[in-house]
T-cell receptor
Framework: GQSLEQPSEVTAVEGAIVQINCTYQ??????LSWYQQHDGGAPTFLSY????GLEETGRFSSFLSRSDSYGYLLLQELQMKDSASYFC??????????FGTGTRLTVIP | DGGITQSPKYLFRKEGQNVTLSCEQN?????MYWYRQDPGQGLRLIYY???????QKGDIAEGYSVSREKKESFPLTVTSAQKNPTAFYLC?????????????FGPGTRLTVL
C-alpha cells in the first residue's frame, strides 16, 4: 500500500520558524510536493522537489531525501496568515499525486 | 483571467438522487482531476483524465462517474451508489504529461446529502 505520514497539528509563534515533516512509502516516486490550504479554500501549490536537497522560495523552503523517503517544509518568519493546513503529496505517475492527511498549522501571537 | 471554476459552491441533495458537479478550466490544460476531501483529511483521487475522451479511475471511483468530451470540461456525477457522498469535492488541472508539477485547483463544491 501507499502511505504518507505528517503530524496532524503544529503550533508556532509569530515570527518563529516551523518545520513540517513528511515520510512516505509509495509504489512510485517522481517527486514530493507541498500544498497550502486555508479553511474552506482550495489547495495552492508551494513547492516541488524531485532531487535531494533544499529548495528555497522566499520564506518557504522544502527539503527532500530520497534515500530516507523523507521531506520537510520549512516556514520562516511566520505570519498569522500562514495559519492553514499543509499537505505533502507524492507524484506517483505522469501527473498523479498521492496526498497526505495534512498538518494544521496554527500561528499564535 | 485563467483559472478553474466549479459550480455550484454548495449543493444539497436527497438520498438516492444522482447529482452532477461542474468543472471548467480555461488554462488550456490537458490533464484534469477530481478529488474528494473529508473533514480533517487529505485529498483522495476519484477520477482523472489525461486527454479528451479518456479517463481513468482513481483510488475511490466507486459510486462516481465522469466524462471528458471537451478539453475545458470534466464533470463529475455522484450517483446513488455512492454510500457516503457528503464531502468537499475539488477539481484540479495540470498542463500535461511529464514535467508539469503543479496542480491548479478550483474553489470546490461542498456536497451535503440530506
Amino acid at each position: 500500500g501507499q502511505s504518507l505520514e505528517q503530524p496532524s497539528e503544529v503550533t508556532a509563534v509569530e515570527g518563529a520558524i516551523v518545520q513540517i515533516n513528511c515520510t512516505y512509502q509509495t509504489s512510485g516516486f517522481y517527486g514530493l510536493s507541498w500544498y497550502q490550504q486555508h479553511d474552506g479554500g482550495a489547495p495552492t501549490f508551494l513547492s516541488y522537489n524531485a532531487l535531494d536537497g533544499l529548495e528555497e522560495t522566499g520564506r518557504f523552503s522544502s527539503f527532500l531525501s530520497r534515500s530516507d523517503s523523507y521531506g520537510y517544509l520549512l516556514l520562516q518568519e511566520l505570519q498569522m496568515k500562514d495559519s492553514a493546513s499543509y499537505f505533502c503529496a507524492v507524484k506517483t505517475g505522469a501527473n498523479n499525486l498521492f496526498f497526505g492527511t495534512g498538518t494544521r498549522l496554527t500561528v499564535i501571537p | 483571467d485563467g483559472g478553474i471554476t466549479q459550480s455550484p459552491k454548495y449543493l444539497f441533495r436527497k438520498e438516492g438522487q444522482n447529482v452532477t458537479l461542474s468543472c471548467e478550466q480555461n488554462l488550456n490544460h490537458d490533464a484534469m482531476y477530481w478529488y474528494r476531501q473529508d473533514p480533517g483529511q487529505g485529498l483522495r483521487l476519484i477520477y482523472y483524465s489525461q486527454i479528451v475522451n479518456d479517463f481513468q479511475k482513481g483510488d475511490i471511483a466507486e459510486g462516481y462517474s465522469v466524462s471528458r468530451e471537451k478539453k475545458e470540461s470534466f464533470p463529475l456525477t455522484v450517483t446513488s451508489a455512492q454510500k457516503n457522498p457528503t464531502a468537499f469535492y475539488l477539481c484540479a488541472s495540470t498542463a500535461g504529461q511529464g514535467g508539469y508539477n503543479e496542480q491548479f485547483f478550483g474553489p470546490g463544491t461542498r456536497l451535503t446529502v440530506l
